[in-house]
Protein backbone atom coordinates (compact mmCIF):
# COMPACT_ATOMS: atom_id res chain seq x y z
CA UNK A 1 0.00 0.00 0.00
CA UNK A 2 2.67 2.94 1.04
CA UNK A 3 4.58 1.70 -2.39
CA UNK A 4 1.07 2.62 -4.43
CA UNK A 5 0.71 6.00 -2.37
CA UNK A 6 4.77 6.95 -3.23
CA UNK A 7 3.97 5.92 -6.51
CA UNK A 8 0.86 7.82 -6.90
CA UNK A 9 2.55 10.81 -5.33
CA UNK A 10 5.43 10.69 -7.67
CA UNK A 11 3.18 10.71 -10.33
CA UNK A 12 1.61 13.95 -9.19
CA UNK A 13 5.07 15.29 -8.43
CA UNK A 14 6.15 14.90 -11.96
CA UNK A 15 4.07 12.91 -13.94
CA UNK A 16 4.64 10.56 -16.89
CA UNK A 17 7.81 12.44 -18.50
CA UNK A 18 9.30 13.91 -15.19
CA UNK A 19 9.93 17.06 -17.22
CA UNK A 20 12.60 19.78 -15.90
CA UNK A 21 11.33 23.15 -14.94
CA UNK A 22 12.54 24.46 -18.81
CA UNK A 23 10.92 21.89 -20.47
CA UNK A 24 7.68 22.65 -18.95
CA UNK A 25 7.88 26.45 -19.80
CA UNK A 26 8.92 24.82 -23.51
CA UNK A 27 5.90 22.45 -23.38
CA UNK A 28 3.75 25.66 -22.60
CA UNK A 29 5.35 28.29 -24.71
CA UNK A 30 5.09 25.53 -27.80
CA UNK A 31 1.44 24.13 -27.35
CA UNK A 32 0.16 28.08 -26.83
CA UNK A 33 1.80 28.96 -29.92
CA UNK A 34 0.23 26.29 -31.98
CA UNK A 35 -3.35 27.69 -30.82
CA UNK A 36 -2.13 31.24 -31.49
CA UNK A 37 -1.24 29.87 -35.20
CA UNK A 38 -4.36 27.97 -34.82
CA UNK A 39 -6.42 31.27 -34.47
CA UNK A 40 -4.99 33.66 -37.02
CA UNK A 41 -4.18 30.94 -39.77
CA UNK A 42 -7.55 28.98 -39.63
CA UNK A 43 -10.21 30.57 -38.29
CA UNK A 44 -9.08 34.30 -38.69
CA UNK A 45 -7.69 34.26 -42.12
CA UNK A 46 -8.99 30.84 -43.69
CA UNK A 47 -12.69 30.91 -42.67
CA UNK A 48 -13.18 34.38 -41.71
CA UNK A 49 -11.70 36.31 -44.43
CA UNK A 50 -11.36 33.56 -47.08
CA UNK A 51 -7.73 35.24 -47.91
CA UNK A 52 -6.26 31.81 -48.29
CA UNK A 53 -7.50 27.97 -48.97
CA UNK A 54 -6.22 25.40 -46.49
CA UNK A 55 -6.11 21.81 -47.64
CA UNK A 56 -7.81 19.15 -45.62
CA UNK A 57 -5.20 18.12 -43.37
CA UNK A 58 -4.27 21.62 -41.95
CA UNK A 59 -7.84 22.64 -41.53
CA UNK A 60 -8.64 19.08 -39.66
CA UNK A 61 -5.48 19.56 -37.31
CA UNK A 62 -6.34 22.92 -36.24
CA UNK A 63 -9.83 22.04 -35.86
CA UNK A 64 -9.10 19.70 -33.68
CA UNK A 65 -6.11 21.21 -31.93
CA UNK A 66 -8.44 24.25 -31.24
CA UNK A 67 -11.30 21.98 -30.19
CA UNK A 68 -8.49 20.63 -27.17
CA UNK A 69 -7.01 23.80 -26.35
CA UNK A 70 -9.96 26.38 -26.48
CA UNK A 71 -13.16 24.96 -27.13
CA UNK A 72 -14.35 27.60 -29.37
CA UNK A 73 -16.49 27.02 -31.82
CA UNK A 74 -15.81 27.76 -35.66
CA UNK A 75 -19.36 29.28 -36.62
CA UNK A 76 -19.45 31.53 -33.54
CA UNK A 77 -15.87 32.88 -33.86
CA UNK A 78 -15.99 33.62 -37.44
CA UNK A 79 -19.73 34.97 -37.03
CA UNK A 80 -18.84 37.59 -33.91
CA UNK A 81 -15.55 38.19 -36.18
CA UNK A 82 -17.06 39.29 -38.95
CA UNK A 83 -19.61 41.43 -37.09
CA UNK A 84 -17.02 43.43 -35.50
CA UNK A 85 -15.88 44.25 -39.04
CA UNK A 86 -19.19 44.99 -40.52
CA UNK A 87 -20.31 46.96 -37.41
CA UNK A 88 -16.57 48.30 -36.18
CA UNK A 89 -16.42 51.19 -33.24
CA UNK A 90 -20.58 51.25 -33.47
CA UNK A 91 -22.63 50.01 -30.23
CA UNK A 92 -22.97 46.44 -32.20
CA UNK A 93 -19.32 46.04 -32.37
CA UNK A 94 -19.21 43.11 -30.12
CA UNK A 95 -15.87 44.02 -27.95
CA UNK A 96 -15.10 47.62 -29.15
CA UNK A 97 -13.06 49.74 -26.61
CA UNK A 98 -14.74 53.05 -28.37
CA UNK A 99 -17.64 52.27 -27.01
CA UNK A 100 -17.07 50.09 -23.85
CA UNK A 101 -14.25 51.35 -22.35
CA UNK A 102 -10.87 49.41 -22.75
CA UNK A 103 -10.96 48.33 -19.31
CA UNK A 104 -13.70 46.20 -19.92
CA UNK A 105 -12.80 44.76 -23.53
CA UNK A 106 -9.04 43.69 -21.78
CA UNK A 107 -10.82 42.37 -18.79
CA UNK A 108 -14.29 40.76 -20.02
CA UNK A 109 -13.04 40.37 -23.27
CA UNK A 110 -13.87 36.23 -23.08
CA UNK A 111 -17.48 37.10 -21.43
CA UNK A 112 -17.89 39.93 -24.42
CA UNK A 113 -17.33 36.69 -26.84
CA UNK A 114 -19.85 34.35 -24.94
CA UNK A 115 -22.44 36.39 -24.86
CA UNK A 116 -21.96 37.48 -28.23
CA UNK A 117 -21.78 33.71 -29.03
CA UNK A 118 -25.69 32.90 -27.55
CA UNK A 119 -26.93 35.83 -30.38
CA UNK A 120 -28.33 33.68 -32.67
CA UNK A 121 -29.09 36.35 -35.21
CA UNK A 122 -25.66 36.92 -35.61
CA UNK A 123 -24.59 33.45 -36.13
CA UNK A 124 -27.37 33.27 -38.76
CA UNK A 125 -26.10 36.77 -40.51
CA UNK A 126 -22.55 36.18 -39.96
CA UNK A 127 -21.62 32.65 -39.28
CA UNK A 128 -22.42 31.29 -43.17
CA UNK A 129 -19.50 28.87 -45.05
CA UNK A 130 -17.87 27.57 -41.93
CA UNK A 131 -17.48 23.67 -41.73
CA UNK A 132 -20.42 21.78 -41.18
CA UNK A 133 -19.40 18.07 -41.12
CA UNK A 134 -20.55 15.36 -38.71
CA UNK A 135 -17.51 16.56 -36.74
CA UNK A 136 -18.89 20.19 -36.25
CA UNK A 137 -22.02 18.61 -35.65
CA UNK A 138 -21.54 15.80 -33.47
CA UNK A 139 -17.90 16.46 -31.40
CA UNK A 140 -16.69 20.39 -31.98
CA UNK A 141 -19.81 21.83 -31.42
CA UNK A 142 -22.81 22.04 -28.70
CA UNK A 143 -22.20 20.80 -25.64
CA UNK A 144 -19.39 18.50 -26.82
CA UNK A 145 -17.02 20.97 -27.13
CA UNK A 146 -16.11 20.63 -23.72
CA UNK A 147 -14.90 17.08 -23.98
CA UNK A 148 -11.53 18.80 -26.20
CA UNK A 149 -10.76 20.94 -23.17
CA UNK A 150 -11.13 18.29 -20.60
CA UNK A 151 -9.30 15.97 -22.85
CA UNK A 152 -6.45 18.36 -23.12
CA UNK A 153 -6.21 18.19 -18.99
CA UNK A 154 -6.09 15.13 -18.59
CA UNK A 155 -3.32 14.52 -21.33
CA UNK A 156 -1.49 17.63 -19.15
CA UNK A 157 -1.85 15.82 -15.86
CA UNK A 158 -0.89 12.52 -16.81
CA UNK A 159 2.70 14.17 -18.54
CA UNK A 160 3.60 16.42 -16.01
CA UNK A 161 1.86 15.95 -13.13
CA UNK A 162 -0.12 18.14 -10.93
CA UNK A 163 1.73 20.76 -12.56
CA UNK A 164 -0.04 19.84 -15.91
CA UNK A 165 -3.09 21.34 -13.99
CA UNK A 166 -1.47 24.83 -14.01
CA UNK A 167 -0.06 24.51 -17.93
CA UNK A 168 -3.86 23.85 -18.51
CA UNK A 169 -5.15 26.80 -16.83
CA UNK A 170 -2.82 29.13 -19.02
CA UNK A 171 -3.80 27.03 -22.19
CA UNK A 172 -7.40 28.15 -21.63
CA UNK A 173 -6.57 31.92 -20.63
CA UNK A 174 -4.08 32.48 -23.46
CA UNK A 175 -6.64 33.57 -26.23
CA UNK A 176 -9.14 34.94 -24.32
CA UNK A 177 -6.10 37.47 -22.60
CA UNK A 178 -4.40 37.70 -25.89
CA UNK A 179 -6.68 37.69 -28.86
CA UNK A 180 -9.74 38.77 -26.74
CA UNK A 181 -8.21 41.09 -24.52
CA UNK A 182 -5.17 42.74 -26.33
CA UNK A 183 -5.58 42.56 -30.16
CA UNK A 184 -9.57 43.76 -29.37
CA UNK A 185 -9.08 45.59 -26.45
CA UNK A 186 -5.48 47.98 -27.09
CA UNK A 187 -5.46 47.10 -30.61
CA UNK A 188 -7.70 49.59 -31.11
CA UNK A 189 -7.09 51.96 -28.69
CA UNK A 190 -3.20 52.66 -29.01
CA UNK A 191 -0.56 52.12 -30.90
CA UNK A 192 0.99 53.16 -34.49
CA UNK A 193 -1.31 53.10 -37.30
CA UNK A 194 0.25 52.69 -41.42
CA UNK A 195 -2.70 53.72 -43.08
CA UNK A 196 -5.84 55.82 -42.10
CA UNK A 197 -8.26 52.80 -41.75
CA UNK A 198 -12.30 53.76 -41.05
CA UNK A 199 -12.11 52.43 -37.60
CA UNK A 200 -9.64 53.06 -34.74
CA UNK A 201 -7.58 50.24 -35.35
CA UNK A 202 -3.79 50.22 -34.61
CA UNK A 203 -0.58 48.28 -34.94
CA UNK A 204 1.08 46.54 -31.42
CA UNK A 205 4.40 45.36 -31.29
CA UNK A 206 6.60 43.46 -30.85
CA UNK A 207 4.62 41.29 -30.13
CA UNK A 208 4.70 38.64 -33.23
CA UNK A 209 5.77 35.59 -31.82
CA UNK A 210 3.26 35.33 -29.06
CA UNK A 211 0.12 36.88 -31.25
CA UNK A 212 1.20 35.37 -34.60
CA UNK A 213 0.76 38.83 -36.66
CA UNK A 214 -2.68 39.63 -35.44
CA UNK A 215 -0.34 42.55 -33.39
CA UNK A 216 -0.47 44.16 -36.84
CA UNK A 217 -3.93 45.21 -36.51
CA UNK A 218 -4.03 48.20 -37.90
CA UNK A 219 -2.70 46.30 -41.37
CA UNK A 220 -5.89 43.64 -41.01
CA UNK A 221 -8.06 46.14 -40.98
CA UNK A 222 -7.12 48.16 -43.90
CA UNK A 223 -6.95 45.27 -46.13
CA UNK A 224 -9.08 42.71 -44.19
CA UNK A 225 -9.18 40.23 -47.09
CA UNK A 226 -5.69 39.79 -47.41
CA UNK A 227 -3.77 36.51 -46.07
CA UNK A 228 -0.59 38.97 -45.30
CA UNK A 229 -0.63 41.04 -42.48
CA UNK A 230 3.16 42.73 -42.53
CA UNK A 231 3.14 45.87 -45.18
CA UNK A 232 6.48 47.50 -44.25
CA UNK A 233 9.99 46.16 -44.21
CA UNK A 234 10.28 46.49 -40.57
CA UNK A 235 6.85 44.31 -39.69
CA UNK A 236 7.23 40.49 -39.35
CA UNK A 237 4.22 38.02 -39.19
CA UNK A 238 5.12 34.69 -38.68
CA UNK A 239 1.38 33.84 -39.43
CA UNK A 240 2.22 34.40 -42.86
CA UNK A 241 5.80 32.31 -42.91
CA UNK A 242 3.98 29.24 -41.49
CA UNK A 243 1.10 30.00 -44.73
CA UNK A 244 3.97 30.06 -47.19
CA UNK A 245 5.54 27.03 -45.43
CA UNK A 246 1.98 25.11 -45.60
CA UNK A 247 1.56 27.03 -49.58
CA UNK A 248 4.85 25.05 -50.42
CA UNK A 249 3.65 22.29 -49.22
CA UNK A 250 0.81 22.23 -51.71
CA UNK A 251 -1.90 22.42 -48.08
CA UNK A 252 -2.13 26.11 -48.78
CA UNK A 253 -3.33 28.51 -51.57
CA UNK A 254 -3.15 32.49 -51.05
CA UNK A 255 -6.25 34.35 -52.54
CA UNK A 256 -5.20 37.62 -51.93
CA UNK A 257 -1.87 39.59 -50.27
CA UNK A 258 -2.15 43.76 -50.16
CA UNK A 259 -1.83 45.67 -52.89
CA UNK A 260 1.05 47.22 -54.44
CA UNK A 261 0.96 51.14 -55.98
CA UNK A 262 2.66 50.20 -59.60
CA UNK A 263 4.81 53.15 -60.75
CA UNK A 264 5.78 53.90 -64.40
CA UNK A 265 6.41 56.81 -66.32
CA UNK A 266 5.08 60.23 -65.75
CA UNK A 267 1.93 60.65 -68.02
CA UNK A 268 -1.25 62.92 -68.16
CA UNK A 269 -3.61 61.71 -65.63
CA UNK A 270 -6.24 59.35 -67.15
CA UNK A 271 -8.71 56.80 -65.82
CA UNK A 272 -5.91 54.21 -65.17
CA UNK A 273 -4.31 56.49 -62.74
CA UNK A 274 -8.09 56.86 -61.12
CA UNK A 275 -8.43 53.27 -60.98
CA UNK A 276 -4.69 53.25 -59.14
CA UNK A 277 -5.16 56.09 -56.90
CA UNK A 278 -8.91 54.24 -55.83
CA UNK A 279 -7.88 50.65 -55.51
CA UNK A 280 -4.82 52.09 -53.47
CA UNK A 281 -5.90 54.62 -51.78
CA UNK A 282 -4.84 53.79 -48.13
CA UNK A 283 -0.99 53.42 -49.65
CA UNK A 284 -1.58 56.83 -51.66
CA UNK A 285 -2.99 58.71 -48.42
CA UNK A 286 -0.27 57.10 -46.30
CA UNK A 287 2.63 58.68 -48.39
CA UNK A 288 0.63 62.07 -48.53
CA UNK A 289 0.86 62.14 -44.32
CA UNK A 290 4.96 61.47 -44.53
CA UNK A 291 4.78 64.58 -46.67
CA UNK A 292 2.66 66.74 -44.32
CA UNK A 293 4.78 65.23 -41.19
CA UNK A 294 7.54 66.79 -43.36
CA UNK A 295 6.67 69.47 -44.28
CA UNK A 296 5.46 70.41 -40.48
CA UNK A 297 8.98 69.04 -39.68
CA UNK A 298 10.21 72.23 -41.61
CA UNK A 299 8.02 74.69 -40.17
CA UNK A 300 9.22 72.78 -36.48
CA UNK A 301 12.78 73.50 -37.34
CA UNK A 302 12.41 76.90 -38.50
CA UNK A 303 10.50 77.81 -35.07
CA UNK A 304 13.83 76.40 -33.69
CA UNK A 305 16.42 78.26 -35.55
CA UNK A 306 14.15 81.73 -34.55
CA UNK A 307 14.78 80.16 -30.41
CA UNK A 308 11.49 79.58 -30.26
CA UNK A 309 11.40 76.15 -29.48
CA UNK A 310 10.00 76.19 -25.94
CA UNK A 311 7.24 78.63 -26.94
CA UNK A 312 3.56 77.68 -27.01
CA UNK A 313 3.70 78.26 -30.98
CA UNK A 314 6.51 75.25 -31.01
CA UNK A 315 3.72 72.70 -28.67
CA UNK A 316 1.04 73.93 -31.11
CA UNK A 317 2.97 72.33 -34.04
CA UNK A 318 4.34 69.64 -32.29
CA UNK A 319 0.53 68.40 -31.59
CA UNK A 320 -0.67 69.61 -35.11
CA UNK A 321 2.39 67.23 -36.90
CA UNK A 322 0.51 64.13 -34.61
CA UNK A 323 -2.72 64.56 -36.06
CA UNK A 324 -2.74 66.89 -39.32
CA UNK A 325 -2.55 63.88 -41.22
CA UNK A 326 -5.78 62.24 -39.85
CA UNK A 327 -9.02 62.44 -41.68
CA UNK A 328 -11.23 65.30 -40.08
CA UNK A 329 -13.32 63.26 -38.24
CA UNK A 330 -11.12 61.37 -36.46
CA UNK A 331 -9.11 64.34 -34.92
CA UNK A 332 -9.97 64.93 -31.16
CA UNK A 333 -11.32 68.34 -30.71
CA UNK A 334 -8.27 69.47 -28.34
CA UNK A 335 -5.88 69.22 -31.26
CA UNK A 336 -8.36 71.15 -33.70
CA UNK A 337 -7.09 74.50 -32.08
CA UNK A 338 -3.50 73.48 -32.45
CA UNK A 339 -3.80 72.76 -36.37
CA UNK A 340 -6.13 75.95 -37.14
CA UNK A 341 -3.16 78.11 -35.84
CA UNK A 342 -0.74 75.54 -37.66
CA UNK A 343 -2.57 76.66 -40.64
CA UNK A 344 -2.71 79.99 -40.20
CA UNK A 345 0.63 80.07 -39.78
CA UNK A 346 1.74 78.04 -42.70
CA UNK A 347 0.06 78.67 -46.12
CA UNK A 348 2.25 75.62 -47.45
CA UNK A 349 0.56 73.55 -44.19
CA UNK A 350 -2.66 74.81 -45.05
CA UNK A 351 -2.69 74.45 -48.54
CA UNK A 352 -1.34 70.21 -48.06
CA UNK A 353 -4.10 69.95 -45.68
CA UNK A 354 -6.85 71.67 -48.08
CA UNK A 355 -5.77 69.24 -50.72
CA UNK A 356 -5.96 65.81 -48.79
CA UNK A 357 -9.07 66.23 -48.16
CA UNK A 358 -9.90 67.14 -51.96
CA UNK A 359 -7.23 63.92 -52.95
CA UNK A 360 -9.75 62.13 -50.61
CA UNK A 361 -12.94 62.94 -52.68
CA UNK A 362 -12.63 60.94 -55.48
CA UNK A 363 -13.11 57.49 -53.23
CA UNK A 364 -16.09 59.35 -51.29
CA UNK A 365 -18.26 60.73 -53.64
CA UNK A 366 -20.27 57.90 -55.31
CA UNK A 367 -22.75 60.40 -57.48
CA UNK A 368 -19.97 61.49 -59.97
CA UNK A 369 -19.39 59.64 -63.59
CA UNK A 370 -16.15 58.20 -63.84
CA UNK A 371 -15.09 61.05 -66.75
CA UNK A 372 -15.87 63.81 -64.29
CA UNK A 373 -13.47 62.66 -61.91
CA UNK A 374 -10.38 62.26 -64.17
CA UNK A 375 -11.12 65.91 -65.21
CA UNK A 376 -10.94 66.47 -61.39
CA UNK A 377 -8.35 64.13 -60.82
CA UNK A 378 -6.41 66.32 -64.22
CA UNK A 379 -7.10 69.49 -62.15
CA UNK A 380 -6.03 68.57 -58.63
CA UNK A 381 -2.79 67.65 -60.73
CA UNK A 382 -2.77 70.95 -61.98
CA UNK A 383 -2.85 73.20 -59.05
CA UNK A 384 -0.97 70.70 -57.03
CA UNK A 385 2.01 71.63 -58.96
CA UNK A 386 1.62 74.90 -59.91
CA UNK A 387 1.07 75.50 -55.83
CA UNK A 388 4.48 76.50 -55.41
CA UNK A 389 4.67 73.72 -52.75
CA UNK A 390 7.55 71.00 -53.08
CA UNK A 391 6.05 68.49 -51.20
CA UNK A 392 2.54 68.78 -53.67
CA UNK A 393 4.19 68.80 -56.79
CA UNK A 394 6.47 66.03 -56.19
CA UNK A 395 3.05 64.07 -54.68
CA UNK A 396 1.57 65.04 -57.78
CA UNK A 397 4.48 63.60 -60.16
CA UNK A 398 4.34 60.33 -58.38
CA UNK A 399 0.66 60.35 -59.28
CA UNK A 400 0.99 60.40 -62.56
CA UNK A 401 2.99 57.74 -62.40
CA UNK A 402 0.69 55.52 -61.13
CA UNK A 403 -1.14 52.86 -62.67
CA UNK A 404 -3.58 50.33 -62.51
Known amino acids: ?20 GWQLVVYTLVVTHITIAGVTIFLHRCQAHRALDL ?104 LFGAIGATIWAIQMVWIPFWAAGIINGVGHYWGYRNFEAPD ?35 EFDIGW ?3 RILSALGWAKVRKTPPKLALGE ?10 ALIANRYEVMAAYARDLKAACGAELARIKAEGGKHSARWGQFKLAQHWLHRDAEKIPATAQASIEVARAASPNLDKLISMREELRQFWTRTNVSAEQLVADLQAWCRRAEESGVSELRAFSMRLRMAHA
Open 1 to 20: MNEFFNALLDWLESGLLHAT
Open 266 to 275: IKPADAKTLE
Open 200 to 234: ASTNLVPWTLIIGGEELHNNHHTYPTSAKFSVKPY
Open 55 to 158: GPIPSHFFRFWLWMTTGMVTKQWVAIHRKHHAKCETEEDPHSPQTRGLKKVVAEGAELYRFEAKNQETLAKYGHGTPDDWMERNVYSGRRSVWGVSLMLIINVL
Open 241 to 243: LYI
